[in-house]
């Protein structure tokens, strides 16, 4: 059984610009979870995606959006990129509470 | 808001020993407890459930207890080897939610 994927596995930005990240959930997963993990921080809740719907949202500014689509899959969308959005970004998917399957991350770098 | 504890200094043992690492938290008292293992650069993996009305989950070399009038939860690896050197992040879950809130992570660093 695949995993969940994500893509791609390094971002390099400039500051300004816009970001977009990918996510592919284990099949049969209907729910999908993003997390930002700054170095050295533990993990921040970004959104959480269900059906199509965004069920979800975590402390982070309007410019940080996604979208989930009719196959799960779903993305994440980073605007007006800021030197303090380098991170590693996750994604993880599940059917309910019983434990997340994490992808293994986009590093994003705003230089 | 949850606030979720793990000591954030990291924990060295001897290999072959039993590591402990501990979980606190305030506020609601959460419906499901996990715990994961994240090795550096990589997304946390999945190690164990407990549920509110359970006191203690074990998986192999794996223990985990849930003291709901504590406020905590310890984790246990016995047996300890230097492959179990990683951070280990406590999460919650709250009662009809499904969003997972993490701790912090301890890292563990097992000596030969």
């Known amino acids: 059984e695949a995993g969940v994927t994500q893509s791609p596995t390094h971002l390099i930005k400039t500051r300004g610009q816009q970001a977009t990240l990918r996510c592919s959930p284990i099949?049969?997963?209907?729910?999908v979870y993003w997390y930002q993990q700054a170095l050295g921080l533990g993990l921040q809740f970004l959104l959480w995606?269900?059906?199509?719907?965004?069920?979800n949202r975590g402390n982070f500014p309007p410019r940080f959006s996604g979208r989930q689509f009719p196959n799960y899959s779903s993305e994440l969308n980073v605007n007006a990129l800021e030197l303090e959005d380098s991170a590693l970004y996750l994604c993880?998917?599940?059917?309910?509470?019983?434990?997340?399957?994490f992808g293994s991350g986009t590093r994003l770098t705003v230089v | 808001s949850q606030k979720i504890e793990q000591n954030s200094e990291a924990l060295n043992i001897q290999e072959g020993k039993t590591a402990t690492l501990t979980c606190n938290y305030t506020?609601?008292?959460?419906?499901?407890l996990q715990w994961y293992r994240q090795d550096p650069g990589r997304g946390p993996v999945f190690l164990l459930l407990?549920?509110?009305?359970?006191k203690e989950k074990r998986k192999e070399r794996l223990k985990v207890t849930f003291d709901t009038t504590l406020k905590q939860s310890l984790f246990h690896i016995t047996a300890s080897q230097p492959a179990d050197s990683a951070t280990y992040l406590c999460?919650?879950?709250?009662?009809?939610?499904?969003?997972?809130?993490f701790g912090t992570g301890t890292k563990l660093q097992v000596i030969p």
């Open positions: 993880a998917s599940s059917t309910g509470p019983l434990g997340y399957t």
């Open positions: 099949s049969g997963h209907t729910s």
């Open positions: 995606y269900d059906e199509g719907e965004e069920r």
């Open positions: 506020n609601y008292s959460p419906a499901y």
């Open positions: 407990i549920r509110e009305n359970e």
């Open positions: 999460a919650l879950i709250r009662t009809g939610y499904q969003k997972v809130t």
